[in-house]
C-alpha cells in the first residue's frame, strides 16, 4: 500500500507543477481560448490584474500587424489609462501618459504613424470587451489608440475598426481608472 501512495504523489506533484508553471495561474485563472479564425492573443498586465483579447486578421489585417508591431517593440510598456467613460469605453495608448505633468494633453498623442486604412467590418461589431481603433474623425488616421467597450455600443458600428475582443479579465478592465499604468504588453500565439 505504500508502493501505491508513493506512486500516486509523483503525478500529483508533477500535474500541481504544471498548473503552477501556466500562464495565468497567478492570477487565478487559466488562459483564455480564443475564437475559431483568431489571431494573435494581446496580454495586458495592468496594475489592477491581467486582460487579454484576441484579434482578428482576417477582417483587420493591417490595424492587426501594426498593434502587434507596437507591442512587439515594447510601445505600450509603462502607458497610463487616460480616458475611461463608466458603462461605455476604457482608452489607451497614449505615449504622453508616462508623464504625469503632461495629463492635459493625454489622448492626443499617439505613435507617429498612422494605419492609413479604415478596416471597418460588419461582422465585428461593438459587443461588450470589443477592442477597436480610436482615432479623431478619419478611421483611416488611428495610431495607436484603441478602446474596450464596457457595454454594447451599437452606434459605433461603421465608424471604428474593430480587431479584436476581450476573452479573459473583463473583470480588470471594468476596474481600470485613470492614471491605472500598463506595466506590460505582450503578444501570444492563438491556442
Same mark, same amino acid.
Given at each position: ?16 507543477? !504544471? ?42 489585417? %493591417? ?16 502607458? &497610463? ?16 501618459? &508616462?508623464?504625469?505633468? /503632461?495629463?492635459? +494633453?493625454?489622448? *492626443?498623442?499617439?505613435?507617429?504613424? #498612422? ?5 471597418? +467590418? %460588419? !461582422? /465585428? !461589431?461593438?459587443? *461588450? ?22 457595454? #454594447? ?11 479584436? &475582443?476581450?476573452? +479573459? ?5 471594468? %476596474? ?9 504588453? !505582450?503578444?501570444?500565439?492563438? %491556442?
Amino acid at each position: 500500500m505504500i508502493n501505491t501512495v508513493r506512486a500516486f504523489r509523483l503525478p500529483v506533484v508533477l500535474c500541481a507543477l !504544471t498548473l503552477l508553471a501556466s500562464p495565468g495561474w497567478a492570477q487565478g485563472t487559466a488562459p483564455a481560448q480564443t475564437s475559431p479564425g483568431a489571431g494573435p492573443v494581446i496580454v495586458v498586465e495592468t496594475v489592477k490584474g491581467t486582460f487579454e483579447f484576441e484579434t482578428y486578421p482576417n477582417e483587420a489585417p %493591417k490595424t492587426v500587424a501594426r498593434i502587434v508591431e507596437l507591442v512587439n517593440k515594447r510601445f505600450y510598456n509603462g502607458h &497610463r489609462v487616460h480616458r475611461v467613460e463608466p458603462g461605455f469605453v476604457v482608452q489607451v495608448g497614449d505615449p504622453a501618459t &508616462r508623464d504625469m505633468t /503632461r495629463q492635459d +494633453s493625454w489622448g *492626443r498623442g499617439g505613435s507617429g504613424t #498612422p494605419i492609413g486604412v479604415a478596416e471597418i +467590418s %460588419k !461582422t /465585428r !461589431t461593438h459587443v *461588450r470587451g470589443a477592442v477597436a481603433m480610436a482615432h479623431a474623425g478619419d478611421a483611416s488616421k488611428a495610431d495607436s489608440q484603441w478602446y474596450v467597450t464596457l457595454s #454594447p455600443q451599437a452606434r459605433l458600428d461603421g465608424k471604428y475598426t474593430v480587431f479584436g &475582443r476581450v476573452i +479573459s479579465g473583463m473583470d480588470v478592465v471594468t %476596474k481600470l481608472a485613470v492614471t491605472d499604468r500598463i506595466i506590460r504588453v !505582450t503578444v501570444r500565439e492563438a %491556442k
